[in-house]
Nanobody
Framework: VQLVESGGGLVQPGDSLKLSCAAS????????MAWFRQAPGKEREFVAA????????YYADSVEGRFAISRDSAKTTMFLQMNSLAPEDSALYYC??????????????????????WGQGTQVTVSS
């Protein structure tokens, strides 16, 4: 599946932003999708994941309570609502998709190598 992210931009600390990830304009029928991010000089890190059928969600501790992952009812697009943004949230945000089911999703869905499709990324910069 081809993934295309959008919605990034430059915002001030405390602002909100909503990212979107479109799955080739068609229904995604796989197991899960997720958001990862990578800041300059740092490793890619897990942000949030959502199981596509039952919409169970998983979050990194650093964003729990501030970010919300969701998908549309047509199952073509994933979203990341980001609130109370801080400078440390600045990064290139990627969406990723996994087709097959896995055991222990709370553990394995946080690992980037479990995803087989990736978008090109959308930049989020939080600065005053």
């Amino acid at each position: 599946v081809q993934l295309v992210e959008s919605g990034g931009g430059l915002v001030q600390p405390g602002d909100s932003l909503k990212l979107s990830c479109a799955a080739s304009g068609r229904t995604f029928s796989g197991y899960a999708m997720a958001w990862f991010r990578q800041a300059p000089g740092k490793e890619r890190e897990f942000v949030a994941a959502i199981r596509w059928s039952d919409m169970i969600t998983y979050y990194a501790d650093s964003v729990e309570g501030r970010f919300a992952i969701s998908r549309d009812s047509a199952k073509t697009t994933m979203f990341l609502q980001m609130n109370s943004l801080a400078p440390e949230d600045s990064a290139l945000y990627y969406c990723a998709a996994r087709e097959g089911r896995i055991a222990s999703p709370n553990y394995y869905l946080r690992l980037g190598y479990q995803y087989y499709s990736w978008g090109q990324g959308t930049q989020v910069t939080v600065s005053s």
